[in-house]
T-cell receptor, first 109, second 113 residues
């Protein structure tokens, strides 16, 4: 079983729609969680950290469910510029960050 | 943007030749990582370093070696490149204090022919 698993998508949504997707992780002792965004042929960049109580950054909302070992990302009012691959990242221990393979989102006009 | 640069950005090399990729940071972060990214696999850890001269293997370390002689530089060497090592290589840095995120270099696109 992979340490971090994501639905690869693609999620193809119209502008203005809401899209949500999950990521599951295998290590119950995982310490911290992140969502990264990666544009085609570019480096991953931090979108947001995920806190236990859930957190929101503008149109983006992240949730953590430790009991079921998953995190989620919800994007409201999708923009064309939200088209990207979203990577789920889990800090397994002091040094190790494990990455999901990514969820592709395409927002169409 | 975090001060992290990779060189070269693109390289084509022949099977069997040695190749060294360089990662340079100006952030003084203790942790440095080398990942490779391939379609369907996401980012896979090759090697990481937790200090000068302190390195360890990741999940796909076969065929790769690393060195870190000073805080700011982390070198990845393919001793004898193979076609299976054709990939995009990313370096990352991270401050281990607190639950901090990693910052990535722009990547090196390596093609082994």
């Amino acid at each position: 079983r992979k340490e971090v698993e994501q639905d690869p998508g693609p999620f193809n949504v119209p502008e203005g729609a809401t899209v949500a997707f999950n990521c599951t992780y295998s290590n119950s002792a995982s310490q911290s969680f992140f969502w990264y965004r990666q544009d085609c042929r570019k480096e991953p960049k931090l979108l947001m950290s995920v806190y236990s109580s859930g957190n929101e950054d503008g149109r983006f909302t992240a949730q953590l469910n430790r009991a079921s070992q998953y995190i989620s990302l919800l994007i409201r009012d999708s923009k064309l510029s939200d088209s990207a691959t979203y990577l789920c990242v889990v800090n397994m221990n002091d040094y190790k960050l494990s990455f999901g393979a990514g969820t592709t989102v395409t927002v169409r006009a | 943007d975090a001060g992290i640069t990779q060189s070269p950005r693109h390289k084509v090399t022949e099977t069997g030749t040695p190749v060294t990729l360089r990662c340079h940071q100006t952030e003084n972060h203790r942790y440095m990582y080398w990942y490779r990214q391939d379609p369907g696999h996401g980012l896979r850890l090759i090697h990481y370093s937790y200090g000068v001269k302190d390195t360890d293997k990741g999940e796909v370390s076969d065929g790769y070696s690393v060195s870190r002689s000073k805080t700011e530089d982390f070198l990845l060497t393919l001793e004898s490149a193979t076609s299976s090592q054709t990939s995009v290589y990313f370096c990352a840095i991270r401050d281990p204090l607190g639950d901090t995120e990693a910052f990535f270099g722009q990547g090196t696109r390596l093609t082994v022919v």
